[in-house]
T-cell receptor, first 113, second 117 residues
Framework: GENVEQHPSTLSVQEGDSAVIKCTYS??????FPWYKQELGKGPQLIID???NVGEKKDQRIAVTLNKTAKHFSLHITETQPEDSAVYFC????????????WGAGTKLIIKP | GAVVSQHPSRVICKSGTSVKIECRSL??????MFWYRQFPKQSLMLMAT?????????EQGVEKDKFLINHASLTLSTLTVTSAHPEDSSFYIC?????????????FGPGTRLTVL
């Protein structure tokens, strides 16, 4: 079945710097790749997603890139702010997983003031 | 964006009692709802998938008689933890999917913190 690996598990960056979180997936049939932000004690919030027919998507300070050949996708956050501190999860989905989300292990992002 | 609510947000109960958690899609009709469980510092673990009007599909290792799921309408799904025990204490999260035109986006509720004493 599909497997998603996420790195790093913890990322600490200085406020204003960029943060990059990477995920790899195993099932080449996966076609949907969302990123979720989860704050302590809350449910995950979709922040950006990308489908397999595009290579990059951007929304203000957040961008996601997808390399289908290498089967990896990355989240990029620029000009980080203290409110970006949270746990970020990547996921992959497709027909082989019956459209269920297969989750990465999560990355704890710490923004240092 | 699509909004999903959960109730209650937090519940504390005695061992042996049953607890019901509601999940509602507020501004859209959800063809499919998902129930997850999350332990501290871990990723989400899918418990079951439910489609409106049909029986839920449980993941391997999840006891269907312990975690009863009812998806009575396109906007409401309930999870009942029966005869709860301390090991059932966890953060339970639901999500709802639009499943339109092949989309598989999931929108998550705020979660329910269950503590069993």
């Amino acid at each position: 079945g599909e497997n998603v690996e996420q790195h790093p598990s913890t990322l600490s960056v200085q406020e204003g710097d960029s943060a990059v979180i990477k995920c790899t997936y195993s099932d080449s049939a996966s076609n949907y790749f969302p990123w979720y932000k989860q704050e302590l004690g809350k449910g995950p919030q979709l922040i950006i997603d990308i489908r397999s027919n595009v290579g990059e998507k951007k929304d203000q300070r957040i961008a996601v890139t997808l390399n289908k050949t290498a089967k990896h996708f990355s989240l990029h956050i620029t000009e980080t702010q203290p409110e970006d501190s949270a746990v970020y999860f990547c996921a992959a989905s497709g027909v082989d997983s019956n459209y269920q989300l297969i989750w990465g292990a999560g990355t704890k992002l710490i923004i240092k003031p | 964006g699509a909004v999903v609510s959960q109730h209650p947000s937090r519940v504390i109960c005695k061992s042996g009692t049953s607890v019901k958690i509601e999940c509602r899609s507020l501004d859209f009709q959800a063809t499919t709802m998902f129930w997850y469980r999350q332990f501290p510092k871990q990723s989400l673990m899918l418990m079951a998938t439910s489609n409106e009007g049909s029986k839920a599909t449980y993941e391997q290792g999840v006891e269907k008689d312990k975690f009863l799921i009812n998806h009575a309408s396109l906007t409401l799904s309930t999870l009942t933890v029966t005869s709860a025990h301390p090991e059932d204490s966890s953060f339970y999260i639901c999500s709802a999917s639009l499943r339109l035109a092949g989309t598989n986006e999931q929108f998550f509720g705020p979660g329910t913190r269950l503590t069993v004493l």
